[in-house]
């Protein structure tokens, strides 16, 4: 049974924005740490944006600070990635996350992954 689905990822020409959204099941979406990581091909996995289901408490990377914001839908159980100015080093696979481990941007915490979403940002 999938339990984080993704959508809206797409090709985009550098500084345009893109919107991903997560559906979760109502179980997922209440997981401690929601969030959105990311992988290019030959790369690891990066944290790219977490938030704190408790307090809404938000922590980017330093690549993306500035330029993303993630956000969640409780009454939908959808969270959010708001990307805008994006970058040709943007381009890459965009996972949703869940899970109760520690909240940090790496991947330790989780225990629930989407299956992707696919981000191309021509320059």
């Known amino acids: 049974q999938v339990q984080l689905v993704e959508s809206g990822g797409g090709s985009v020409q550098a500084g345009g924005s893109l919107r991903l959204s997560c559906v979760a099941t109502?179980?997922?979406?209440?997981?401690?740490?929601l969030g959105w990581f990311r992988q290019a091909p030959g790369l690891e996995r990066e944290g790219v944006a977490i938030i704190d289901s408790d307090d809404g408490h938000a922590t980017y990377a330093n690549s993306v600070r500035g330029r993303f914001t993630i956000s969640k839908d409780n009454a939908k159980n959808i969270l959010y990635l708001q990307m805008n100015s994006l970058k040709p080093e943007d381009t890459a696979t965009y996972y949703c996350?869940?899970?109760?481990?520690?909240?940090?941007?790496?991947?330790?915490?989780?225990?629930?992954w989407g299956q992707g979403t696919q981000v191309t940002v021509s320059s």
């Open positions: 996350a869940a899970g109760d481990g520690t909240y940090s941007l790496s991947r330790r915490w989780v225990d629930y």
């Open positions: 109502r179980y997922i979406y209440s997981r401690r740490v």
